[in-house]
């Protein structure tokens, strides 16, 4: 099972950005799925961006502005955050399953966003 951890996030004010980081023990070539995830206090855990089998998937809420990528020679992927609101304050969580894995893969610690002024 890969090892992942989560950096960069903090705090931020409304309409300002961030980009968090997650380190994976494995070459990114070897997951089929890898995304970000975030929970807010009181809420479900809930998809904000991801990779499977070639395709990606943006929530609605992080459409047009949020953006997932990866760095395969840094075994690195990342989720570029814009114009945050609020309402993104939650505890972020990077993801993925390896090319092996039939169950529910690896997660990171999580890391906290926070979004006020």
């Known amino acids: 099972q890969a090892q992942l951890v989560e950096s960069g996030g903090g705090w931020v004010q409304p309409g300002g950005s961030l980009r968090l980081s997650c380190a994976a023990s494995l070459s990114i070539l070897s997951f089929k799925t890898m995304g970000w995830y975030r929970q807010a206090p009181g809420k479900e855990r809930e998809l904000v961006a991801g990779f499977t089998s070639g395709s990606t998937t943006y929530a609605d809420f992080a459409t047009g502005r949020f953006t997932i990528s990866t760095d395969n020679a840094e075994k690195m992927f990342y989720l570029q955050m814009t114009y945050l609101k609020p309402e993104d304050t939650a505890v972020y969580y990077c993801?993925?399953?390896?090319?092996?894995?039939?169950?529910?893969?690896?997660w990171g610690q999580g890391i906290q966003v926070t979004v006020s002024s």
């Open positions: 993801h993925a399953v390896a090319l092996w894995e039939s169950g529910f893969g690896s």
